[in-house]
């Protein structure tokens, strides 16, 4: 079964860094792009960056650039998203997805930015 | 950036209607195209891409069409599984954007 498990949400304060991670497993990691994507609570979603299946490539929507890193382990089967200067408007339920047409999602963490 | 436009934004429908969302982009973007239903507290889960193409597991109820910048989905005969919310995307260039939304609820 195609799957994939984040994790690494929580409550942080302003300013403060988390790390998320995301675990997939019933396809050959390695031979796809992977992205992140969020939705804050009651709005819609937002695409907030992608990696190429070497990792070669990344791209960001500009309100994260400069603060989130994203990053994948093949040997490990794993994505990641380091989120540093975390602001309230980062709060969201953060969602990692299998290509750039985003066929496959996972349940989702959630990440709170509050003091 | 691309701007994506669904309307309506919510729609009330019965069961057993037809049912078509529409998706603009503010410029062309061939075929680049994906929708996706999301139900209250789940992930979204994809229901087509490249404009018309059904993913596979996806009930053939659902239908996609358009190229450039006018897209739509079709429900063919709403069932009470079908109420939730339906996103557009569009991947032919960063940032990748989504539409707002269309809600469809029980009328």
């Known amino acids: 079964e195609v799957q994939l498990v984040e994790s690494g949400g929580g409550l942080v304060q302003p300013g403060g860094s988390l790390r998320l991670s995301c675990a997939a497993s019933g396809f050959t990691f390695s031979n796809y792009w992977m992205s992140w994507v969020r939705q804050a609570p009651g709005k819609g979603l937002e695409w907030v960056a992608n990696i190429k299946e070497d990792g070669s490539e990344k791209y960001y929507v500009d309100s994260v650039k400069g603060r989130f890193t994203i990053s994948r382990d093949n040997a490990k089967n794993s994505l990641y998203l380091q989120m540093n200067s975390l602001r309230a408007e980062d709060t969201a339920v953060y969602y990692c997805v299998r290509h750039y047409y985003m066929d496959v999602w996972g349940k989702g963490t959630t990440v709170t930015v509050s003091s | 950036d691309i701007q994506m436009t669904q309307s309506p934004s919510s729609l009330s429908a019965s069961v057993g209607d037809r049912v078509t969302i529409t998706c603009r982009a503010s410029?062309?973007?061939?075929?680049?195209l994906a929708w996706f239903q999301q139900k209250p507290g789940k992930a979204p889960k994809s229901l087509i891409y490249a404009a018309s193409n059904l993913q596979s597991g996806v009930p053939s109820k659902f239908s996609g069409s358009g190229s450039g910048t006018d897209f739509t989905l079709t429900i063919s005969s709403l069932q009470p599984e079908d109420f939730a919310t339906y996103y557009c995307?569009?991947?032919?260039?960063?940032?990748?954007?989504f539409g707002g939304g269309t809600k469809v609820e029980i009328k």
């Open positions: 410029q062309g973007i061939s075929n680049y």
């Open positions: 995307q569009q991947y032919n260039s960063y940032p990748l954007t």
